[in-house]
């Protein structure tokens, strides 16, 4: 079992940044994929990024270049560093984990990206 908890979120000015973490407790021996999922109001969830167990990363078109994923194994948290936010990026983010035996996902955190 894989336990998900995602901060960071807020409400931020278009061109800003935010940080979101995703804090992962439980048994991650089986993880092969962790990523970062959104959901925009009316809109199905959409890949934002993801890291493999071996560190291959993979964006969406519409964040390559501005968004970072990263993870720190020995904090067992996992990074999404989110520079020159656009407010099409307003959406709730999720973190997900992928292991051999099934899929997980936290409770989400609010980014508004605002004037």
């Known amino acids: 079992q894989v336990h998900l908890v995602e901060s960071g979120g807020g409400l931020v000015q278009p061109g800003g940044s935010l940080r979101l973490s995703c804090a992962a407790s439980?048994?991650?021996?089986?993880?092969?994929?962790m990523g970062w999922y959104r959901q925009a109001p009316g809109k199905e969830r959409e890949l934002v990024a993801t890291i493999s167990y071996g560190s291959t990363i993979n964006y969406a078109d519409s964040v390559k270049g501005r968004f970072t994923i990263s993870r720190d194994n020995a904090k067992r948290t996992m990074y999404l560093q989110m520079n020159s936010l656009k407010p099409e990026d307003t959406a709730v983010y999720y973190c997900?984990?992928?292991?051999?035996?099934?899929?997980?996902w936290g409770q989400g955190t609010q980014v508004t990206v605002s004037p």
């Open positions: 439980g048994s991650l021996l089986n993880m092969r994929t």
């Open positions: 997900n984990c992928v292991t051999y035996a099934a899929n997980y």
